[in-house]
Antibody, heavy 119, light 108 residues
Framework: EVQLVESGGGLVQPGGSLRLSCAAS????????MHWVRQAPGKGLVWVSR????????SYADSVKGRFTISRDNAKNTLYLQMNSLRAEDTAVYYC????????????WGQGTLVTVSS | EIVMTQSPATLSVSPGERATLSCRAS??????LAWYQQKPGQAPRLLIY???TRATGIPARFSGSGSGTEFTLTISSLQSEDFAVYYC??????????FGQGTKLEIK
């Protein structure tokens, strides 16, 4: 069974940093591209970032570019999102998600971790 | 950036009736379009990929159609568990995915 379990969320002050983790199991993590998607309270889904299977290629939404860094450790089956210079508008539930190995859609999602940026 | 626009924002339908949700892309995404269902407090769930292929375990009452810039999700006979928010997402550009703003399907 595919499982994605996020952790690392919490309350952080504006300008602060936080690192999210996503522990993957039930599939060959090193073969899959992975994504982070966020959802502000009461709002819609917003794609944040993606990384290819070996970590050599990444891309970001304009809203987080230069502040967030996606990475992975295939030996630990773990995806990360390093978030720096956090702003109030970064407050959201952050979901880790797996991209289908053959196509581009996201086929599995974690349950999410809440990040709150507030003083 | 490809902008995805969903309509309507809210759709009120009675159980047993048909629901039709629309999604428009600002430029062609070919058939690289997915639909997701999200219920309160839950993660999204993949329903449709490739514009028209049902994901594993998705009931046949869910169907997707369209290509290029115009897409439709149809739920043929609404069940109580289908009332949720639905999102479309393009993945034609693997460097920059985008979601629609969502359609809330509510009980009439």
């Amino acid at each position: 069974e595919v499982q994605l379990v996020e952790s690392g969320g919490g309350l952080v002050q504006p300008g602060g940093s936080l690192r999210l983790s996503c522990a993957a199991s039930g599939f060959t993590f090193s073969s899959y591209w992975m994504h982070w998607v966020r959802q502000a309270p009461g709002k819609g889904l917003v794609w944040v970032s993606r990384i290819n299977s070996d970590g050599s290629s990444t891309s970001y939404a304009d809203s987080v570019k230069g502040r967030f860094t996606i990475s992975r450790d295939n030996a630990k089956n773990t995806l990360y999102l390093q978030m720096n210079s956090l702003r109030a508008e970064d407050t959201a539930v952050y979901y880790c998600a797996r991209q289908n190995i053959n196509y581009g859609e996201v086929d599995y999602w974690g349950q999410g971790t809440l990040v709150t940026v507030s003083s | 950036e490809i902008v995805m626009t969903q309509s309507p924002a809210t759709l009120s339908v009675s159980p047993g009736e048909r629901a039709t949700l629309s999604c428009r892309a600002s430029q062609s995404v070919s058939s690289n379009l997915a639909w997701y269902q999200q219920k309160p407090g839950q993660a999204p769930r993949l329903l449709i990929y490739g514009a028209s292929t049902r994901a594993t375990g998705i009931p046949a009452r869910f169907s997707g159609s369209g290509s290029g810039t115009e897409f439709t999700l149809t739920i043929s006979s609404l069940q109580s568990e289908d009332f949720a928010v639905y999102y479309c997402q393009q993945y034609n550009n693997w460097l920059l995915y985008t979601f629609g703003q969502g359609t809330k399907l509510e009980i009439k």
